[in-house]
């Protein structure tokens, strides 16, 4: 069946960076997008940033661009994001999303952005 294992969130201080990891199973991972997005506490899920099957083409939320890197190592089965210069409105909890036959989303990782 498939699979979405996110790793990778924790708490850093204003400015610092994180690297989040998707490790993906049960499906034939370098056929399809993958996206990340985010949940913050009160708040809708809102797409964070998406990747195509190959890697070559991404997309990101006008509230990351320039902060946040997605990425993807089709040999591992696994995505990235790497968020840089992290704010304190970056806290949320951040899930992987697959869309294939069905709509697959990881259990999520928290990152809290705090002094």
């Known amino acids: 069946q498939v699979q979405l294992v996110e790793s990778g969130g924790g708490l850093v201080q204003p400015g610092g960076s994180l690297r989040l990891s998707c490790a993906a199973s049960?499906?034939?991972?370098?056929?399809?997008?993958m996206s990340w997005y985010r949940q913050a506490p009160g708040k809708k899920r809102e797409l964070v940033a998406r990747?195509?099957?190959?890697?070559?083409?991404?997309n990101y939320a006008d509230s990351v661009k320039g902060r946040f890197t997605i990425s993807r190592d089709n040999a591992k089965n696994t995505m990235y994001l790497q968020m840089n210069s992290l704010k304190p409105e970056d806290t949320a909890v951040y899930y992987c999303?697959?869309?294939?036959?069905?709509?697959?989303w990881g259990q999520g990782t928290q990152v809290t952005v705090s002094s």
């Open positions: 990747v195509s099957s190959g890697g070559g083409i991404t």
């Open positions: 049960g499906f034939t991972f370098s056929s399809y997008a």
């Open positions: 999303n697959a869309v294939t036959q069905f709509n697959y």
